[in-house]
Structure formats: structure tokens, C-alpha cells
């Protein structure tokens, strides 16, 4: 069944209100010319940088040589008469521009250049990407030296854009919130492939060490059809160490008043020029049971995580470049009240108490092949395969024994991808075919047991299995004329084994209005196939029923929005200033309705005509008023509901309001660091408990 509603004419009104300007951007004047090798007029050097030299702060057009080593770059908006031109392997060259003519033609000749050492240049990033054609974010490897990064969920403690919560006080387990959303709506991708989904999205934030974690990019709103279909309100990517830009040993130890520690190693190596390896190692152990409050609960879970991830990396020199990566991971997890024993008798009826345990291993690849002497053409085959075993109990001091609820996923995906230009590097497209293999096995079994139920009824309760075959294709063309537009558009076409042919169409668009000044939009359609149990396992530590209605559908949505950035000098320093809004729009969810009674959580899709959205808009300014000062503050407003029984109400525990600031203070040379962190929330609205 083709899923296609009528927001479709909007998506398509909202992707022309970019076409104006893209004819406007497409009249400028520009220089052309050639870049040769000094030395003969047949070395002509493909990929050469040519750009506008323009005073600090500025930005202009920049551009690259096509196969035959010629260039067109458009006039800046600000008058400039100089370009510089520079290539890997040779000494860049300043060129003057002729002002006698509109059309200039410049044939420049560049010499090889000097190996130069290695310089490391360490400074204060800008945290919102100027050139990026989404809102995209990066959290650098100095800003995650902010949080306590022992794992993932703290790597966001000093970003306003995704919020970190406590999802199940009791076993521990956080997740991330993005455009008002649960984190199950955003595609969470490492190194770029997509990971840790379906199962796993309960624990996923634990499931990475914090001293891992080389950067993160957080993109809002509908991202590339490259990753798939999901990814309904952004896209996380987390960017491990890199095999060849690793110290080559780091320790790391950390241990609190509570009994807790983690500890870390990370060990590269660098054969010789073309192969390098990493290897990282986690463990975190909390065996003290604490009870400060002294209400008989354990303050924190029990918890033991073993974890471990390789990562090779192949450099052939020649355009071929390869990573293998495999990783292992076993955690175990305790909760509940104090006097809880997983191992005594009858555990189940002297206490309250809560057990998880995960094995998981992964495996992935990424190939690319760029052709010699053509920089804009490759050709990448990206494989990846998941292992994740889950089992878990809660006990309620009840006769009916222990609610049981057990997971296994495998999974498989793979995605061949081709880029290049047409005609030159302001027309790229890129192409490709991708494969998608889901295998669930899900049992939750409550002692409940009913009058009416036969052998074959309570089976169908207690088992859920799916499996999940996605061939798919996908499009996208980037139009990019190097001086104030950029525009993507992209559609994929996939045939799901259980839900039939999906569509999902993309649109991102980046305009300067000034040199200052970024407008970005964004519209596109998300879809994922929702997992009732897992995706509500904090339910689980509670004494609710859940009552999951046959036949569940995909979970499909829109997602429309932009941003506005202003770049700005404050006390003569750069600042930023940032606003956007965005507005989710289901057109199928499951809805996990608490509103109703205090015995059941009801998972059903969204009833005929209800309706379901998330509107989100954020204000952010960072600045830096003092040297060495760093100032962020942002404000959030979420309006996010659904219709429960009839009626659209709040979705539970999601504040309408947020404020958030941080300060960073760093002295010359690092040498000393303070960082302060204070968010506030506003009201949130309480389902039954």
C-alpha cells in the first residue's frame, strides 16, 4: 500500500518556494579559467581549489576543477580581485583577477610543493555548521570534555538542541528527545551507518563509552534519503576515534563516592602509511546498593557493562579506501527495593525488583573507490549486521510469578552508493540501491492468564514475531552554484515484504541572504515500522497491562521546518545567533495511551481522522564577550500531543517550555577550564500513575 496523504502538495508548494531562488543565484557573473601542473600543458590538475581571497569572517564562493582541470567561479558578493588556487601535493598560488573584462579567463600554473610536518591547530569551534545544507550541529571532541562523558547519554549535557531524560527511574535507562520526539524518531547513526535501532533503542545511550566519541553531528528535520527512510526528526551521528588520528594510547579512569567506576583504554597503531588500527575498551561496574534517600529503592541500578569495539582502516593512496569495524558488548542491570535478590528464593514474591541483561555484537564495513584525477566521482559499498540479545524480569510481589520480557534481533543492511557530477561541480548526484533485513523474536509473558484463552490466544499475546525484507533504490541531486545556494533533493523508493511500496521524497535548501545570513528549509517524509514493547520498555517496571491491539501499521509522518542564522560581531568577537521551527505531522503513530485507566497502557494505531503532531522552535545565541568566555543560551517551546480516546491531550512527562545556559571559561593554553551548565523546564503534564 502506497502511503502518500495529501501533505504531498505541500511538500511540493514548500520545495518550490525554493525555485525563485535558484534562477536568481543562477545569473551572476563569473571567472573561468584553467589549472595546470607547471611544466606542461597537458598536466591539468582535476580537484584544485579555487576561492575568493576575502577579509576574516567573510565567506564567498568556492569552487573545485572538473576532469579537465577547468573552473567557473561566481563573482562574491563582496568585490574582491584576488583568488587563491590550491591542490594536495602542491604550494598554493594568489592570482590576480583582470577588472577590464566581466568575463575574466585565467590560466594558472601551480608547482609541487614541500612535505610540510604535521601541524596540530587547536581552537574554539562554532558549534552550527556555516556550510552544512541542513540545521546541523557539531559537538566537538573539546566540547564533550564539558560533561562527564562516562557513556553516550552525557555527551549532551551542554546542548540545547536534544534533551536527556531519565525514561525508567528504576532501571537507569535514558533517552534522547529531538524536535520534542522520543529518540526512536530520530536515526541514530555511527561513522554514518545507521546503529542501535529497534531493540536496542531502549539502552542504546549506555551503549557507547563517552572517550570513544571523536564528534557528534545532531541534524534536525529530514536529512538525506541516502541513510533510508527513518529518521523522522533528525539524525544523530556519532563519530568514532579514527584509527589514523588516535593517540596511540589513552587510559582513563573514573570513580565516585558511590562505589562507582569506569575505566577506558583506547590503543591505536599505525602499520606504515596505508593501514592503522584502533581498539577500544570499556568497562563500568556499580555493585553498592544506595539508598540515600532511605525510601527501601535503590538510588541507582546495579550495573556491570563489558564492552569492546576494533576498528581498521585501509588507505591505498590511489583512491581505494577501507574500514572494518567489529564491536562486543555484554551489560547486566539490577533495580528495584533495597532487599531485592535476583538469585533468592521465590525472589519474585519477598520484593520488588527489576533484571536486565544484553549481549549484543556488531559488525560493519564501508569501501569507497575515488576515481584518479576525478575527486567528485566514487563509488562506496557500506555493509553492516547486528546481533542483539535481550532479556529482562520484574517482580511485583505477586503469586502470578515475574512479568518476563525477552528480545532477540538480527539484522542486516547494505547500501551501494555512486556519486558524481554533471557537467561540473555545481550539479552532484548521487545514486544507489540498499538492502534492509529485520529479524524479531519478542516474548512478554505476565502470569496473566483469562477465561477465554486457548493455546493459540495466549501465544498470539505473549509472542511477537516479524521479519522485515526492504529492498530499496534512491536519488538525490545537489545543486550548488558556490556562492549563496544550495539545494538538495532526493527520493527513495523502497518495497517493504509486510507493508508494501514506500515513498519518501526530500527536500533541503540553504539561501545566504547576506554573507551574514543563512536561511535554511526543509521538508520530507519519514517513516519507521514501531516496535510496541520496546519502544515503551519503561512501562514495563510498572504493574500496567499492556493490551498491544493485531495489525499495526508503519509509522509515517512529515516533517517541515527551517532556520535562521545570523552570524554577528559582539564586543568585536563572532556570535551567533540561531531560531527555528518545525512541525511534525503524523499521519500514522502508535499512540501509547496512559490517559484512559491506571490498569492498562493501550498500543494502538492513530484512530481514523485523529490527529498527532510536534511543533518545536528554538532561539539560541552563543557568543563570546570576554576572551575565553563561551556563552550559550537557548530557549525551547514544544507544543507536542495526540489524540487519546477521542480526546488531544499533551503527550505525557514533555515540558512545553525549556531554558538552557551554559558558560565555559578556558585561560590561555587550556591550562585551567570551568564550565557551568543550569537548565530549567516548565510544567509537565502527568498521565495516571
Known amino acids: 500500500m502506497l502511503l502518500i496523504s495529501g501533505l504531498f502538495p505541500r511538500f511540493l508548494l514548500f520545495s518550490l518556494c525554493g525555485m525563485p531562488l535558484l534562477a536568481r543565484a543562477q545569473s551572476g557573473a563569473a571567472v573561468r579559467g584553467e589549472v595546470h601542473e607547471a611544466g606542461g600543458a597537458a598536466s591539468v590538475l582535476p580537484g584544485a581549489v579555487v576561492r575568493w581571497l576575502l577579509p576574516a569572517g567573510v565567506s564567498g564562493p568556492t569552487t573545485s576543477t572538473d576532469g579537465a582541470g577547468t573552473?567557473?567561479?561566481?563573482?562574491?558578493?563582496?568585490?574582491?580581485?584576488?583568488?587563491?588556487?590550491?591542490?594536495?601535493?602542491?604550494?598554493?598560488?594568489?592570482?590576480?583577477?583582470?577588472?577590464?573584462?566581466?568575463?575574466?579567463?585565467?590560466?594558472?600554473?601551480?608547482?609541487?610543493?614541500?612535505?610540510?610536518?604535521?601541524?596540530?591547530?587547536?581552537?574554539?569551534?562554532?558549534?552550527?555548521?556555516?556550510?552544512?545544507?541542513?540545521?546541523?550541529?557539531?559537538?566537538?571532541?573539546?566540547?564533550?570534555?564539558?560533561?562527564?562523558?562516562?557513556?553516550?547519554?552525557?555527551?549532551?549535557?551542554?546542548?540545547?538542541?536534544?534533551?536527556?531524560?531519565?525514561?525508567?527511574?528504576?532501571?537507569?535507562?535514558?533517552?534522547?528527545?529531538?524536535?520534542?520526539?522520543?529518540?526512536?524518531?530520530?536515526?541514530?547513526?555511527?561513522?554514518?551507518?545507521?546503529?542501535?535501532?529497534?531493540?536496542?533503542?531502549?539502552?542504546?545511550?549506555?551503549?557507547?563509552?563517552?572517550?570513544?566519541?571523536?564528534?557528534?553531528?545532531?541534524?534536525?528535520?529530514?536529512g538525506s534519503v541516502v541513510n533510508g527512510y527513518e529518521g523522522i526528526s533528525g539524525q544523530v551521528n556519532v563519530q568514532l576515534k579514527e584509527p589514523d588520528k588516535t593517540d596511540q594510547l589513552l587510559l582513563n579512569a573514573y570513580v565516585n563516592d558511590l562505589g562507582k567506576f569506569d575505566l577506558n583504554a583506547i590503543a591505536s597503531q599505525r602499520f606504515n602509511k596505508k593501514w592503522s588500527n584502533v581498539l577500544l575498551l570499556h568497562n563500568d561496574h556499580l555493585g553498592n546498593r544506595v539508598d540515600r534517600n532511605n525510601d527501601g529503592f535503590l538510588d541507582l541500578p546495579l550495573a556491570t557493562q563489558f564492552n569492546g569495539y576494533d576498528k581498521v582502516k585501509y588507505l591505498s593512496g590511489t583512491g581505494l579506501v577501507l574500514e572494518l569495524g567489529v564491536g562486543a558488548l555484554r551489560e547486566t542491570r539490577q533495580g528495584g527495593q533495597i532487599g531485592f535478590r535476583e538469585d533468592a528464593p521465590d525472589a519474585y514474591r519477598a520484593a520488588y525488583g527489576t533484571t536486565q541483561a544484553t549481549t549484543r555484537y556488531t559488525a560493519q564495513a564501508r569501501t569507497s573507490y575515488t576515481w584518479p584525477g576525478r575527486p567528485f566521482q566514487s563509488l562506496g559499498l557500506l555493509v553492516n549486521g547486528t546481533s542483539h540479545d535481550f532479556g529482562s524480569t520484574y517482580s511485583f510481589k505477586q503469586d502470578t510469578g515475574p512479568r518476563i520480557y525477552n528480545g532477540h534481533q538480527n539484522t542486516g543492511q547494505a547500501t551501494l552508493l555512486f556519486q558524481s557530477v554533471l557537467g561540473n561541480t555545481m550539479h552532484v548526484y548521487r545514486a544507489g540501491l540498499s538492502f534492509l533485513y529485520d529479524d524479531y523474536r519478542e516474548r512478554l509473558a505476565d502470569g496473566r492468564a483469562y477465561s477465554t484463552d486457548t493455546p493459540d490466544i495466549l501465544a498470539a499475546r505473549q509472542n511477537r514475531l516479524r521479519t522485515e525484507r526492504v529492498p530499496g533504490a534512491f536519488a538525490e541531486y545537489t545543486y550548488n552554484n558556490a556562492r549563496n545556494l544550495t539545494a538538495v533533493v532526493g527520493l527513495r523508493t523502497d518495497y517493504h515484504n509486510l507493508y508494501g511500496w514506500q515513498v519518501t521524497p526530500r527536500f533541503n535548501l540553504k539561501y545566504d541572504l547576506r554573507p551574514a545570513t543563512a536561511l535554511r528549509l526543509s521538508a520530507g517524509r519519514g517513516l519507521r515500522v514501531p516496535n510496541p514493547i520496546a519502544d515503551n520498555a519503561a512501562m514495563l517496571a510498572s504493574a500496567r497491562e499492556f493490551v498491544v491491539a493485531p495489525n499495526l501499521r508503519p509509522e509515517t509522518a512529515w516533517n517541515l521546518g527551517g532556520s535562521l542564522t545570523q552570524y554577528f560581531q559582539l564586543l568585536g568577537r563572532q556570535a551567533t545567533f540561531v531560531a527555528d521551527y518545525y512541525d511534525t505531522i503524523f499521519q500514522n503513530q502508535l499512540?501509547?495511551?496512559?490517559?484512559?485507566?491506571?490498569?492498562?497502557?493501550?498500543?494502538?494505531?492513530?484512530?481514523?481522522?485523529?490527529?498527532?503532531?510536534?511543533?518545536?522552535?528554538?532561539?539560541?545565541?552563543?557568543?563570546?564577550?570576554?576572551?575565553?568566555?563561551?556563552?550559550?543560551?537557548?530557549?525551547k517551546w514544544l507544543d507536542v500531543r495526540s489524540t487519546y480516546d477521542g480526546q488531544l491531550l499533551p503527550k505525557p512527562l514533555t515540558p512545553q517550555n525549556r531554558a538552557f545556559l551554559n558558560l565555559g571559561y578556558a585561560s590561555a593554553f587550556d591550562k585551567w577550564r570551568g564550565d557551568f551548565t543550569v537548565q530549567w523546564y516548565g510544567e509537565r503534564p502527568l498521565a495516571h500513575l
Open 71 to 222: 573552473f567557473v567561479l561566481p563573482f562574491p558578493a563582496q568585490a574582491s580581485h584576488r583568488i587563491i588556487v590550491s591542490a594536495v601535493g602542491y604550494a598554493a598560488d594568489t592570482v590576480a583577477v583582470p577588472t577590464t573584462t566581466t568575463t575574466p579567463y585565467l590560466r594558472i600554473n601551480l608547482r609541487g610543493g614541500a612535505a610540510l610536518g604535521e601541524v596540530q591547530v587547536m581552537g574554539r569551534t562554532v558549534a552550527y555548521s556555516a556550510k552544512a545544507v541542513g540545521n546541523m550541529q557539531t559537538i566537538s571532541a573539546r566540547d564533550l570534555t564539558k560533561s562527564a562523558c562516562c557513556n553516550l547519554a552525557e555527551s549532551f549535557e551542554t546542548n540545547a538542541a536534544v534533551e536527556v531524560s531519565t525514561a525508567d527511574a528504576v532501571s537507569g535507562a535514558k533517552q534522547i528527545q529531538l524536535l520534542g520526539l522520543d529518540g526512536a524518531y530520530s536515526l541514530l547513526t555511527i561513522d554514518n551507518q545507521p546503529a542501535l535501532r529497534g531493540l536496542s533503542a531502549p539502552y542504546r545511550l549506555s551503549y557507547l563509552a563517552g572517550p570513544w566519541v571523536g564528534s557528534i553531528d545532531i541534524i534536525k528535520g529530514t
Open 591 to 635: 499512540v501509547a495511551d496512559m490517559y484512559t485507566t491506571p490498569e492498562y497502557i493501550s498500543l494502538n494505531n492513530l484512530a481514523p481522522g485523529a490527529r498527532s503532531f510536534a511543533r518545536s522552535f528554538q532561539a539560541e545565541v552563543q557568543a563570546e564577550p570576554l576572551k575565553g568566555l563561551q556563552v550559550k543560551a537557548a530557549y
